[in-house]
């Protein structure tokens, strides 16, 4: 992030400051710009070789904040909303990840582990952007303000600090932020520590202590930046800042020319550009006219519509109003530059950050592009997965939304492209979707009171923290209770209030469009198999462990998970002897991968596998496709009406629905290398060659709890093998599965 070849120069005019100088000020704090910050600090080198969340980054975000406003001051972090202005190839960063991540398992496979490890952390994931969730929630639960801005955080940050109420005294972030009107920007922070030396049972140790008084902070003054490049002017500066390039634009395609800057350019590059050729960018590519690469980015053109919708972006104001800004001089076709527009209400529900934004993306832009996972996508399971399976559920989810706003969208048309295969699109016409089943989950509109009457299923489930899923799916098995659940919402009928009813109602509303219940609220034969596997699991399951069992499943209706289709590029190096002990293995870690490991705050640093990365890439689109189809079950009850708008629950609610946390494939991982390790040994199926490699198992996961985790995977592969067994009907291969538990019993 920043501008290019600004942030180099400069070093020269930036100013450092106390940190405490701060006191009693609010700051804006860019959210992906602070991601930035933390991978600085701490970077988990494996994470792009597990999938899922960090196991170590909510606690370094809590030292982090805890340190810095130790200072007096207070911090509101502005997140990035919709997708807006011109869109750049969405295909070529994943590829070049997924490509390092192949090339670190081949140094990781060839027991070159030092290389692997700087392969796996070149990779560069997870991005900010896709962090953005995870932050949100330790934000949350740190009592830290935070806001989405409808399109880009920097607009809206710059519209908190210029805006008389004043919402906040200063704004740290990117150089970009200048673009923006912004006159003075904190860059950095630095916090000092003290290293102090103590003595704990007898064992020296070093022990590091913040220092306040010795941290500061480093800010830009755009005043000075304008004098020392030459006394410019404002708007020079802002158009030598977009040749510079950005994540906003492109650079300037001579300045990427070596003949002509041998050395690389600077921001001066720019400003004489614009002095000697201008004044104007349109003057400056009159100059290089002959540059062929102008012509192919259409770059002028680019460059008027990112200034555009940087002159007229869209903000939430204080009143709550979505509002462009400068909308008398606005054009009438703004919305080209920056974005569709889409009902306040609804935009008010992602500022709140009760909603994410990739399904609102896919209706506005009419784009969905499906990029490669880290894994590489190269099976033919996963590309049917997000090809074909996925399908009826995208549009689903998009008609859902599009029926309950604007008639306009519900006659677009979305187009979805694939990384593998970027020349073919597939068309979803919503017009042919529509209209969707809105008013079938209408029918579900439980009051408080009544949800209380299973109170003995919901007991567990208060708080963002357990699992609302697990109660509302057993409350459902009572005859007697789904009776009296059918009502039909009309105007006298007060609208859901409490948190419970909200987040209740919405998940059997889900389980409606997943097909677990009939349009009568009674269970189908794959809702009796859901709810019997949770049964096996036991009420004192944790939401973790509810989400994975129902994750199983759905990969049990996807035909994914199947002892009979294991394709054998899922096997990868093992010291097993046969196919079939290799299929045996990976089923039962599949099912393992569903759930989440017991660590410690600090990265992983145990074994490894390919096959169950490639596992958790399918594992990890289905569940983002669940949460889709759970968010837009939220927004529809909320634009029907049918929840009480007067409220502050908004992050409740949204923690309190499923699927809202990505797990990695580690426990897939510890279980499959005890088993290999297992096959290694004289007599694999004796107790005490079981209990050598369990405590064995322990060294590898060094700040975890292997035995626990272990546990975990096997209370599921229980839930699971059971009614595998009892719906063979639906499930198919019981004798397969017979034959996988029989030859796990022996190894357990």
Not at 180 to 185: A, C, E, M
Not at 457 to 472: C, D, I, K, N, R
Request: charged letters at 25%.
């Amino acid at each position: 992030m920043g501008i290019r070849a600004f942030d180099p120069w400069s070093a020269r005019v930036v100013h450092a400051m106390p940190l405490t100088s701060l006191k009693n000020s609010v700051i804006g704090i860019d959210a992906a710009h602070y991601l930035e910050r933390i991978f600085t600090i701490s970077r988990e080198p494996l994470l792009s070789a597990l999938g899922g969340w960090p196991l170590a980054y909510g606690l370094v975000v809590r030292k982090d904040l805890d340190d810095l406003q130790s200072a007096g001051f207070k911090a509101h972090f502005v997140f990035n909303g919709l997708d807006y202005g011109t869109e750049d190839d969405p295909f070529t960063s994943t590829s070049a990840s997924s490509a390092l991540i192949a090339k670190a398992f081949e140094l990781y496979e060839a027991e070159n582990t030092t290389e692997a490890v700087k392969e796996f952390k070149a990779a560069g994931v997870p991005t900010a952007a896709a962090l953005s969730e995870f932050l949100k929630k330790v934000l949350y639960d740190l009592k830290v303000e935070f806001t989405v801005a409808p399109y880009s955080a920097l607009a809206q940050l710059a519209y908190y600090e210029k805006d008389p109420s004043q919402f906040i005294d200063a704004i740290y972030g990117p150089s970009e932020l200048f673009l923006f009107g912004v006159d003075k920007l904190i860059t950095k922070f630095t916090l000092s520590y003290d290293v102090l030396e103590t003595t704990e049972n007898g064992t020296s140790m070093k022990v590091s202590s913040f220092s306040l008084d010795n941290s500061t902070f480093s800010w830009i003054d755009r005043r000075e930046c304008l004098e020392q490049l030459g006394n410019i002017s404002a708007e020079i500066f802002i158009d030598a800042c977009m040749l510079a390039g950005s994540n906003l634009m492109d650079t300037f395609p001579p300045f990427r020319n070596t003949q002509l800057f041998i050395s690389g350019y600077s921001i001066r590059d720019a400003v004489k550009q614009l002095t000697t050729h201008g004044p104007s960018v349109s003057g400056v590519c009159a100059h290089h006219q002959d540059d062929k690469k102008i012509k192919q980015l259409d770059y002028l053109d680019r460059y008027k519509r990112v200034m555009t919708g940087i002159k007229h972006h869209v903000v939430i104001t204080k009143s709550g109003n979505v509002e462009t800004l400068d909308t008398a001089h606005a054009p009438f076709d703004v919305h080209d530059c920056i974005g569709q527009r889409l009902p306040e209400e609804l935009m008010y529900y992602l500022f709140r950050g009760m909603i994410r934004p990739r399904v609102l993306n896919w209706l506005t832009s009419g784009k969905i592009s499906v990029t490669a996972p880290y894994a590489g996508g190269e099976t033919q399971e996963y590309q049917k997965l997000v090809k074909e399976q996925l399908l009826p559920w995208r549009g689903q989810a998009l008609c859902l939304l599009a029926d309950s706003i604007n008639r306009y969208y519900g006659k677009k048309d979305v187009t979805t492209r694939f990384w593998f295969d970027a020349s073919t699109e597939q068309k979803l016409n919503l017009k042919d979707l529509l209209p969707s089943q809105k008013n079938a989950l209408r029918t579900w509109h439980v009051s408080d009171q009544l949800i209380g009457e299973r109170k003995d299923e919901l007991e567990h489930s208060e708080g963002p923290g357990s699992s609302y899923l697990f109660g509302a799916i057993r409350s459902i098995a009572s005859q007697s209770f789904v009776a009296k659940t059918l009502s039909t919402k009309s105007k006298s009928d007060n609208p859901l209030r409490t948190t419970r009813e909200v987040v209740t109602n919405v998940i059997w509303r889900f389980l409606y469009l997943r097909q677990y219940m009939d349009g009568d609220h009674n269970l189908t034969a794959w809702g009796t198999l859901l709810v019997q596997t949770l049964e096996i699991l036991g009420s004192s399951s944790s939401r973790e462990q509810t989400e994975a069992a129902f994750l199983a499943v759905e990969l049990l209706r996807l035909g994914i998970l199947n002892p009979s289709t294991v394709s054998p590029s899922y096997f990868g190096a093992s010291s097993y002897t046969t196919d079939v002990d290799r299929r045996n293995s990976m089923i039962v870690s599949w099912i393992a991968s569903l759930g989440k490991i017991r660590h410690h705050a600090i990265g992983y640093s145990g074994p490894l596998n390919r096959q169950l990365l490639a596992f958790q890439s399918i594992v990890s689109e289905v569940r983002a496709s669940l949460r889709d189809l759970v968010e837009m079950s939220l927004v529809s009850l909320f634009l029907e009406g049918d929840a009480d708008r007067d409220r502050k629950d908004w992050m409740d609610i949204s923690l309190s629905l499923p699927f809202y946390e990505d797990t990695s494939c580690a426990v897939g991982i510890l279980f499959k290398s005890y088993l290999d390790e297992l096959s290694k040994m004289d007599d694999p199926t004796s107790e005490s060659t079981r209990a050598e490699v369990k405590d064995k198992a322990q060294s590898w996961l060094k700040h975890g709890d292997f035995r626990g985790s272990f546990d975990d995977a096997l209370r599921l592969w229980d839930a699971v093998y059971h009614n595998v067994r009892s719906f063979d009907k639906l499930t198919g291969a019981k004798p397969l599965w017979d034959e996988v538990d029989q030859w796990l019993a022996l190894r357990r």
